[in-house]
């Protein structure tokens, strides 16, 4: 079992999105979001208990990375957003341009 930290909860995101070929992103009130897999596919993914992941989304919203939405999920706050851009950019270039398309990541990226 990898040792959880906020950087891997990203990455697994980011890694979960890739893998079902779905990236979700809203556009509001001049700020990117991009939504987070549920804490339980975060659990599962990871292969440890749910209630693992629970205080490392607590500090997420501390920090103010991740806001909660009634009925609507976890979401990046604009500096998240640019955490996860940042990860797409660095480590998934090829597999964000090939779902989202080369014109739609390189707009995404100016963002970060």
Do not use: W
Request: glycine residues 4%; contains cysteine.
């Amino acid at each position: 079992m990898a040792a959880l930290s906020i950087d891997v909860l990203f990455d697994s995101a980011i890694r979960i999105q890739l893998l079902e070929r779905s990236i979700t992103i809203t556009f509001a009130d001049n700020t990117l979001r991009m939504k987070f897999p549920t804490t339980r596919r975060l659990a599962e993914f990871l292969d440890v208990p749910h209630y693992y992941v629970l205080p490392y989304f607590a500090m997420m919203e501390q920090e103010e990375l991740v806001t909660r939405a009634e009925r609507v999920g976890i979401l990046t706050t604009a500096k998240g957003s640019r955490k996860m851009i940042g990860l797409m950019q660095e480590k998934y270039p090829a597999e964000c341009t090939e779902i989202l398309g080369a014109v739609f990541f390189k707009e995404l990226l100016k963002k970060c």
